[in-house]
């Protein structure tokens, strides 16, 4: 079976093509950084109305790459939430569009879920049941991930998703925005002991996070230092920010892992791609005999391919709960707050 998937729940926009028996065929993003970031955060209404532009010529750039045409599509997997409204409903009416014309099923499917899964388009992959980290600009959760489609919630942030606390902290050192990546690059210049800030609910024995108070810290720690602070004072907060977000993670999720006595593990979103995490948590598994699952590079940001993937996986299992006779589909719906556990 071969399944075209569409996403467009915030800032990128994307397409893929997955096959059920050759795998990923072709996948491709398109980023609305340029837009974005002379607002300092995603605008809802340009993110919305610059889908509209991408969607079409992606789905035809990934047909061409896969020398494949539309009526080969078996099944079109979709992001129906939860994300900006104005954003998913533009892969969601392609989605239908393709669906009534083609005469093929389309599925619904929660953005967490594909990032979950996001670990399976890489080698090695993990096997089910897996602890997986999620952190990304929206969400951070640790999830207990049994099989497809079943997944326990074991802890989430209780206030900024660790993307978010990136992107905030970023901005009061004044680097662009998305600033995850531009504090990354300005850590590696600095000395992560220089600078002590609080790890807030280490303590605590549930599986919560919480990232707000380390964005005031920041900001009362740079009110102690002569304005504009200079370039070392700047690297070394970034390197203390980088650090304690670590850290916070590393403590939970072995937590988590004790807890759940799970072997495998997996971090996936936009903030697994940064390499000084992705070092330290295999220091810190190490002894632990766990097994670490990261997505690659490219899809631990928003991408099609982790939607197509999900997609083909919930066919396979049989978990699609569309009717799969599209005729009987007047309505389509989408879900911008879907609570994982109501999956
Ligand atoms: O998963 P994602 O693409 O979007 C959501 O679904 O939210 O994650 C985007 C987030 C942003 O907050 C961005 O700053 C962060 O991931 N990010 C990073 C890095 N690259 C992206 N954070 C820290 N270090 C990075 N290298
Ligand atoms: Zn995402």
């Known amino acids: 079976m071969i399944i075209l998937g569409l996403e467009s729940s915030c800032d990128e926009t994307g397409a893929a093509i997955f096959c059920t028996t050759k795998g990923l065929i072709s996948h491709a993003v398109h980023s609305q950084i340029e837009i974005h970031k002379n607002y300092g955060g995603v605008v809802p209404e340009l993110a919305s109305r610059d889908h509209i532009y991408r969607i079409i010529p992606l789905v035809k750039k990934v047909l061409k790459l896969g020398n494949l045409d539309i009526n080969d599509i078996d099944a079109i997997a979709y992001t129906a939430g939860p994300g900006l409204a104005g954003c998913l409903l533009i892969a969601t009416t392609i989605a239908q569009a393709i669906s009534w014309a083609r005469e093929i099923p389309m599925v619904p499917i929660h953005h967490l879920e594909g990032h979950f899964l996001s670990p399976l388009l890489s080698e090695p992959k993990p096997n089910f049941p897996f602890l997986s980290l999620l952190?990304?600009?929206?969400?951070?959760?640790?999830?207990?991930?049994?099989?497809?489609?079943?997944?326990?919630?074991?802890?989430?942030?209780?206030d900024d998703a660790v993307g978010e606390a990136f992107d905030k902290i970023a901005k009061l050192l004044?680097?662009?925005?998305?600033?995850?990546a531009s504090l990354e690059k300005l850590a590696k210049l600095g000395n992560p002991d220089a600078i002590v800030l609080p790890k807030p609910l280490i303590y605590k024995p549930n599986l919560d996070f919480s990232f707000s108070g380390l964005k005031t810290a920041v900001y009362k720690k740079i009110k102690t230092f002569s304005s504009p602070i200079n370039d070392n004072i700047r690297a070394d907060l970034a390197a203390a920010v980088q650090y304690t977000i670590t850290n916070l993670l590393i403590i939970k999720s072995i937590k988590a892992l004790k807890k759940t006595k799970?072997?495998?593990?997996?971090?996936?979103?936009?903030?697994?791609?940064?390499?000084?995490?992705?070092?330290?948590?295999?220091?810190?598994?190490?002894?632990m005999n766990t097994n670490i699952f990261f997505p690659s590079m490219?899809?631990?940001?928003?991408?099609?391919?982790?939607?197509?993937?999900?997609?083909?996986?919930?066919?396979?299992?049989?978990?699609?709960?569309?009717?799969?006779?599209?005729?009987?589909?007047?309505?389509?719906?989408?879900k911008p707050r879907w609570d994982i556990r109501n999956l």
């Open 174 to 180: 004044g680097l662009n925005y998305p600033g995850g």
């Open 135 to 158: 952190v990304s600009g929206g969400h951070t959760q640790l999830i207990h991930v049994h099989d497809i489609g079943k997944y326990t919630l074991l802890g989430e942030t209780l």
């Open 262 to 287: 799970l072997q495998n593990f997996t971090i996936v979103g936009g903030v697994g791609s940064n390499m000084f995490l992705r070092k330290e948590f295999k220091k810190a598994l190490k002894p």
């Open 298 to 334: 490219n899809f631990c940001t928003d991408n099609a391919a982790m939607i197509a993937l999900a997609g083909a996986k919930r066919i396979d299992k049989g978990l699609v709960s569309f009717d799969l006779n599209v005729k009987n589909n007047k309505y389509f719906d989408i």
